[in-house]
Each structure stands twice: as C-alpha cells, then as structure tokens.
C-alpha cells in the first residue's frame, strides 16, 4: 500500500502567511461592514512600473509572431537576463559573478524550498530565531530537521540562531557547527542588517568549517546604509562557500508575476562535487524555465528607465516603513528594522504574546499584521508590519493603532 511522505506530519500547522490570511477572511466574513487593513504578507500594492508594461506588451506581441515565437525557455534562463544580472547585480559591485553561474527561476521561494534536495539529509542546518518559515519548513519535508518539540517549538536537529533585541537581532555563530547556514539580510522578519565585517566573519567561518551559507538577499533593493553589503560575494572568499538567493518580487513589484534567481559559482565544490553541476542537473530535470515574456520584463528591470522607476517604487515603500517607524515609536512603541528593510518589527503592548496581539489589532483596530511567534520562539512577544501597503493604508493603519 502507498505510503505518504510522513515527514509533512512533523509541520506544525499551516504555512504562517496561510494561517494569517485565513484568520483575515474569517473575521472579514464575520464583519462585512469593517474595511481590513493588510499589512502583513510581503506583498507589493504598486503597479508595475511603466518600462515593464512596455516590455511585457512587446514581449507578447513577440509570441504571436512566427519569426520571434519562442517555445521552452533555456532551462537555466535566457542569456540576455543573466548578462543583465551579472553586469548590473554583482560586476558594477565588484562581485565577478558570470552569467553562467547565474541560474533564473520563477521566485526566490522555490528556490528557497528547493536548493536543499542538492544536500545530503545528514546535514545539520542553522537558521535565524525568528526566520522566514520555507528555511526550516522546507527541511522538514525533507526529512533533514528531525522532531518537533510543542514545548519549545523547536525542531530536534535544527540548530537556532536566536536574534533577539540582546544582539541586535543578528545571529551570533553557534556552538554547534551546522552543515548549512541560512542568512537573510536585509532580514525578514526583523529588517535588521548585517555589515560587510560581520558578513565576512561568516563567510570565513563557513570556509573554515567547510559549511555552506544560504544567502537569501531578496530585500537588498531596500539598503539605505553604505556599510551594508548587497551581496555575500562582496566578502573575500565567498565564491567557495555561499549560495545567493534573489528576487524581483520586492524591488520590481513581481510578486504576481514571478521571478528570482539563484547564484552558485562554480569555485563551489564539497569535495570534488561542484554544487553548480547538481543544480543544473536538477534544473534541467525539474524544470522548464521562466516564461520568456516574464524573464523580458526582468532585462527591463536594469534598462536605465527601469532602474529609475524602480528606484522611485523602493522609495515610496521605505516613506511608509519610515511613517510607521517614527509614528509607533512617538506612540511609545519599540520599534526596529525599516531603515534597510522594508520590515518593522515591533515589540508588542504589555507583555501580550503575538497572537493576543495579531487578535487585537484585527478586532480593535482592523489591521492585520504577521505575529512574531509564527517565524520562531524568539519572534515570541513581537509583531512584523510591513511598508508594502499603500500610502493611505499605511497611514490609516497607523492612526488606527495610535488610538487603541
Ligand atoms: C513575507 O511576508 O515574509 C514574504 O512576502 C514572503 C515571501 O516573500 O514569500
């Protein structure tokens, strides 16, 4: 008799953002008449800026032509989008990323949730306390995070990096050497960062213990500060021991329409493996490509056009992460992150934990935010609202909160 995958019965719950939704629609069915406020999810408001609608609309037309008609996608992405990446990404920060180590991808969560087939279940890995859920999730599927403690809501072989208002909320190097490092700076959730000397430490931590980092840069859109890398390659030896992990959902608004990539140099070797070859071999398996149309609009994205409308639609996110940052903390809030990170992270009223509080804000003020608990137990007693709203939500929200 067929056996199922077991491993999914370890997941506590449902995936957070599902819970969180869920938990909206439910109290918007129950309340037709109030307007709900969603600042939780990550996801972008603003309309595709006007260079990409061009590009996809000439991109279109391009199908429906038998001289320009493209079937399947090179299933590592098409040449033009990984020169663009290259040159633009990593060349004009120093970083000698070629295009051929450039894998394009619908999202950086798949590639999230995927990259760890390419490793052994034996390994151990170590994530941020609190963490973006797909790191650990995806390890549980897996097999590779062994049990879950309903106590401590930890799982068995997974090694937790707390990050909590002590440090900065930035990882500390753990006492136990992991196989495998998730980072992701500028963080989600806590929007901290980290400096280029801190980065390095861990880079030359993971070459030295023969690690691999996961690098998830997916909000590097969003550095305001000079000392903050915007890449893991900017650190002196990191070709041999990370793996970066990138988006155009946050800093071109692609959230709907889907695209991401993943780098892995080919100086990336455990032994004689080249990690590069197995992702291509697991692309090339698994895989057929981002839609033509799709990775067209990403070329779009570093056209001189392109960057400065993007450009604008950054700043018009950081002005909401800076009206909430400085509204909530003049209300008496502590607050964090939104200085290179799309991110608040705010620690929550008397003492309530994160779901008494996700709850009160939704009843009393109808704004929904993400609770801190559900990325990790030091997430515990804070609460992550996010700049992707519009202007007027965000400003609605917020007057609702100040006068709870
Ligand atoms: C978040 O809210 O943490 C992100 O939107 C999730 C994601 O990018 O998948």
Redesign the pocket.
């Known amino acids: 008799m067929v056996k199922v995958n077991d491993n999914y019965l370890k997941l506590p719950g449902s995936y957070l953002?599902s819970t969180v939704g869920r938990k909206q629609r439910e109290y918007q069915a129950a309340h037709p008449e109030k307007s709900v406020i969603r600042l939780?999810?990550?996801?972008v408001t603003q309309p595709l800026a006007p260079v990409i609608i061009d590009t996809l609309h000439k991109a279109v037309d391009e199908m429906g032509n038998a001289e320009t008609f493209k079937g399947y996608a090179p299933d590592l992405g098409y040449e033009f989008l990984r020169k663009a990446i290259s040159d633009n990404d990593f060349k004009a920060r120093g970083c000698a990323i070629e295009a051929d180590e450039i894998f394009v991808s619908d999202g950086?969560?798949c590639d999230c949730g995927n990259i760890q087939e390419i490793f052994s279940l034996d390994n151990r890995i170590a994530v941020c306390d609190p963490v973006?859920p797909?790191y650990v999730d995806s390890n549980v599927m897996a097999g590779r995070a062994g049990d879950y403690n309903t106590i401590t809501e930890t799982f068995s072989n997974v090694i937790y990096m707390p990050c909590t208002e002590a440090n900065g909320f930035a990882p500390e190097i753990p006492s136990e050497t992991p196989d495998m490092i998730y980072l992701c700076f500028p963080n989600?959730?806590t929007g901290a960062t980290i400096t280029k000397a801190r980065l390095q430490e861990w880079v030359d931590y993971a070459n030295k213990v023969g690690a691999v980092i996961l690098y998830d840069a997916?909000y590097e859109a969003y550095i305001s500060e000079d000392n903050i890398p915007h890449s893991i390659y900017e650190c002196e030896g990191a070709k041999t021991c990370a793996i970066e992990l990138r988006?155009f959902?946050?800093n071109a608004g692609f959230?709907g329409v889907r695209l991401g990539y993943t780098v892995i140099p080919k100086e990336l070797k455990v032994g004689e493996v080249s990690l590069h070859s197995l992702w291509a071999r697991r692309h090339g398996t698994k895989y057929n490509g981002a839609p033509y149309i799709i990775q067209k609009a990403g070329e779009a994205v570093y056209s001189e056009e392109g960057k400065k409308q993007l450009k604008a639609q950054v700043a018009y996110y950081m002005n909401n992460a800076h009206y909430i940052f400085d509204n909530l903390k003049a209300a008496g809030y502590q607050v964090s992150g939104g200085v290179n990170a799309p991110y608040i992270w705010l620690k929550t009223p008397g003492n309530m934990t994160s779901w008494e509080f996700f709850d009160y804000l939704l009843e009393n003020a109808n704004v929904v935010g993400?609770p801190g608990s559900g990325f990790g137990p030091s997430g515990e007693h804070y609460f992550?609202l996010?700049a992707f709203g519009s202007y007027e939500n965000t400003v609605e929200a917020i007057r609702r909160i100040k006068a709870l």
Do not use: E, Q
């Open positions: 953002f939780s999810i990550g996801d950086a969560k973006y797909v989600n959730p997916a988006s959902s946050k959230t993400t992550r996010t």
